[in-house]
């Protein structure tokens, strides 16, 4: 209201050989609200999706009004997205948000400013149970996040972890930072270069290495 632009939703599309976007549609209302959702990511089977969504309800921080983000759940059902829920660990004073889960299904990424985090934003993990429940979730650590800002994480299929940061040494604003996992933690990471890289906000990078093909 305070800016008369719509808010943000959730789409789908078919992408052709040559990169194009082809039969562009809307989630359903079940996804798709009058607040914002974004950030969806699929488990392997393509039965059960992650999103944000933004509370509806904005609260009072430092003399500013914040509408905190959160994260849903949604599983496909005879071909519909159904069984809509806010995850546990979710909260109203503040933001859980960029989910993508493992390529086993088994473990949550996602960024927050929950108490605790070492700066602006932290990179997080959640393991998930077999039942569907969630474990606590654990932060990275100092090797990912600083005191400024880890966001958008992405865990690829080799269960390598990208996420954008403006902490590390960067070229400027967010950039986007690998990490390879060793022994069950996180290595050092490794800023990407200036072919993905620009002195503005770098952020949101998908890859799928057995396509050599990603997005930011």
């Known amino acids: 209201s305070w800016n008369n632009l719509p808010y943000l939703d959730l789409y789908f599309a078919t992408l052709t ?10 989630f359903s209302s079940e996804i798709n609200t009058s607040s914002h959702e974004s ?7 393509g039965k059960t999706m992650y999103f944000n969504r933004t509370n509806t309800t904005r609260t009072k921080t ?8 959160q994260i ?24 859980c948000e960029h989910p993508s889960i493992s390529n086993d299904g ?12 070492l700066g602006g934003f932290d990179i997080y993990k959640v393991a998930i149970n077999e039942d569907g429940t969630f474990e606590t979730p654990e932060n990275l650590g100092a090797k990912i996040n600083t005191k400024h800002r880890e966001q958008f994480p992405y ?10 940061s403006d902490g590390h040494l960067g070229y400027g604003g967010l950039d986007i930072f690998r990490s390879n996992s060793v022994d069950g933690s996180f290595d050092t990471p490794v800023n990407l270069g200036n072919s993905v890289n620009s002195n503005l906000d770098d952020f949101a990078f998908t890859i799928r290495e057995k396509d050599n093909k990603g997005f930011v």
Do not use: C, Q
């Open 62 to 69: 430092d003399e500013e009004r914040i509408a905190h983000i």
């Open 17 to 26: 050989d040559d990169g194009k976007l082809e039969n562009i549609t809307p």
């Open 39 to 45: 950030n969806a990511t699929f488990s392997n089977d």
């Open 106 to 117: 088994k473990m949550l990424y996602f960024a927050s400013d929950m108490p605790g985090t």
């Open 155 to 164: 865990i690829s299929e080799m269960s390598v972890l990208y996420f954008a």
């Open 72 to 95: 849903f759940k949604a599983e496909l059902v005879d071909g519909a997205w159904t069984n809509v829920t806010k995850l546990s660990f979710n909260s109203n004073s503040y933001s």
